[in-house]
């Protein structure tokens, strides 16, 4: 059972725009900022969203995040065949007092 | 550029321990920390702890406290990861990633290749 809760799969396709949900509490969320990370089948995650909404470099603006309350979401426009994967949220917990994730979404693009 | 290069495929028995290294470059070692976060096949992503390899000063997850230990070798850039007491629910990939703090967020921002531990009797 993960601390932060997200919806097991999502779906779109190719052009479409897509969003990924986050839900959490004021020890989480509600307190500390939000990051994102997609991991590609069979590889390592990488950052995608760091800060709620800022994108390392390299990565597409057709990623973007928000965070509102205890809530926090990924969004995926113009979503691409290379998009196919699974997503997780992640923030700092300060009852657990460490980072904290949730369960993952994966992405199919149909 | 960064890079995080993890050893080799491990395969244990219950009750053993295993220890993953994670060579650092591209970087300053010290500046940043080093965390553990390990995903068993088909699941999500589970944090187990960071170091800070300047001071060697640890946290881990109350889940592991007792089971595992994190150390580092400043002079090669090294991180370890041992994880004892091993158990079948164990099996897992192990990744090491670099932590990375900016305004109050904390995040990680290179991952290691991933380490497959298994364990089997």
């Known amino acids: 059972q993960s601390v932060l809760t997200q919806p097991p799969s999502a779906s779109g396709t190719p052009g479409q725009r897509v969003t990924i949900s986050c839900s959490g509490s004021?020890?989480?969320?509600?307190?500390?900022?939000v990051n994102w990370y997609q991991q590609l089948p069979g590889t390592a995650p990488i950052l995608l969203i760091y800060?709620?909404?800022q994108r390392p470099s390299g990565v597409p603006d057709r990623f973007s995040g928000s965070r509102s309350g205890t809530s926090a979401s990924l969004a995926i426009s113009g979503l691409q065949s290379e998009d196919e994967a699974d997503y997780y949220c992640?923030?700092?917990?300060?009852?657990?007092?460490?980072?904290?994730f949730g369960g993952g979404t994966k992405l199919t693009v149909l | 550029q960064v890079q995080l290069v993890q050893s080799g495929a491990e395969v244990k028995k219950p009750g053993a321990s295993v220890k993953v290294s994670c060579k650092a470059s591209?970087?300053?070692?010290?500046?940043?920390?080093i965390n553990w976060v390990r995903q068993a096949t088909g699941q999500g992503l589970e944090w187990m702890g960071w170091?800070?390899?300047?001071?060697?000063?640890?946290g881990y997850a109350q889940k592991f406290q007792g089971r595992v230990t994190m150390t580092r070798n400043t002079s090669i850039s090294t991180a370890y990861m041992e994880l004892s007491s091993l158990r079948s629910e164990d099996t897992a990939m192990y990744y090491c990633?670099?932590?990375?703090?900016?305004?109050?967020?904390?995040?990680?921002?290179?991952w290691g290749q991933g380490t497959l531990v298994t364990v089997s009797s």
């Open positions: 170091m800070n390899p300047n001071s060697g000063n640890t």
């Open positions: 990633a670099r932590g990375a703090n900016w305004n109050l967020d904390y995040y990680f921002d290179y």
């Open positions: 800060s709620n909404n």
């Open positions: 004021s020890s989480n969320i509600g307190s500390n900022t």
């Open positions: 591209g970087y300053t070692f010290t500046s940043y920390d």
């Open positions: 992640a923030t700092w917990d300060d009852s657990l007092n460490g980072p904290v």
